[in-house]
């Protein structure tokens, strides 16, 4: 079992930065492929960011909307995954989850979720 555990969310104003932190209970990063996704009220959860396994050659994909603001990064000696948002909007208002899957076998987790909110 893995545990994702999110943080550094909260409040900023428009124009501003976060960084978001996710830790893994494990050294998982091998087989996992990391992602960020987040969830506006009555919205869908979209994909934000993601990076393939080591295996995979850690290959790191934005959504079109947050490529050149958001940066991602790993840590792997920390089992963590970082979340650089930059020029924060008021769009990026959202609940921000952090994730992990391995493609084979099938195996999926997510974490809590952590609440960015943009506003003046």
């Known amino acids: 079992q893995v545990q994702l555990v999110e943080s550094g969310g909260g409040l900023v104003q428009p124009g501003g930065s976060l960084t978001l932190s996710c830790a893994a209970s494990?050294?998982?990063?091998?087989?996992?492929?990391m992602g960020w996704y987040r969830q506006a009220p009555g919205k869908e959860r979209d994909l934000v960011a993601t990076?393939?396994?080591?295996?995979?050659?850690?290959?790191?994909f934005y959504a079109e909307s947050v490529k050149d603001r958001f940066t991602l990064s790993r840590d792997d000696a920390k089992n963590t995954v970082y979340l650089q948002m930059n020029s924060l909007t008021p769009e990026d208002t959202a609940v921000y989850y952090c994730?992990?899957?391995?493609?084979?076998?099938?195996?999926?987790?997510w974490g809590q979720g952590t609440q960015v909110t943009v506003s003046s």
């Open positions: 990076i393939t396994s080591i295996r995979r050659n850690s290959r790191i």
């Open positions: 994730n992990a899957v391995q493609t084979w076998p099938r195996d999926e987790y």
């Open positions: 494990g050294s998982i990063f091998d087989t996992y492929d």
